[in-house]
Nanobody, 125 residues
């Protein structure tokens, strides 16, 4: 499974960005979880938003009401719409997918097997 992220940029606080994650190379036809994580310098990687193959979602409390995860199953693309961005949202954002399915849609990075290279988001005040 290959994951490639797009859309990172530098924006002012209060602005918006949309990240995209293109998935390829999988022959697995079962359910799985896919989503977005972020890691700022000196901090641990944290889960931001997860979506499963049924469209169920899970969000970190810090982004609820501001970020929306969605997917285009036909194109194998997962999106993260980020609104009302804050300086504390600045980080490298990674797309990740599980091997198999977790009904809890975990935000813990250790549950995810496949990772992209990341895309940088910088929010200035």
């Amino acid at each position: 499974v290959q994951l490639e992220e797009y859309g990172g940029d530098s924006v002012q606080a209060g602005g918006s960005l949309r990240l995209s994650c293109a998935a390829s190379g999988s022959t697995y036809s079962g359910n799985y979880c896919i989503g977005w994580f972020r890691q700022a310098p000196g901090k641990e990687r944290e889960g931001v938003a997860i979506i499963d193959t049924n469209g169920r979602t899970n969000y970190a409390d810090s982004v609820k009401g501001r970020f929306t995860i969605s997917r285009d199953s036909a194109l194998n693309i997962v999106y993260l719409q980020m609104n009302s961005l804050r300086p504390e949202d600045s980080a490298m954002y990674y797309c990740a997918r599980t091997h198999g399915y977790w009904s809890s849609l975990p935000l813990a990075a250790r549950a995810y097997t496949y990772w992209g290279q990341g895309t940088q988001v910088t929010v200035s005040s």
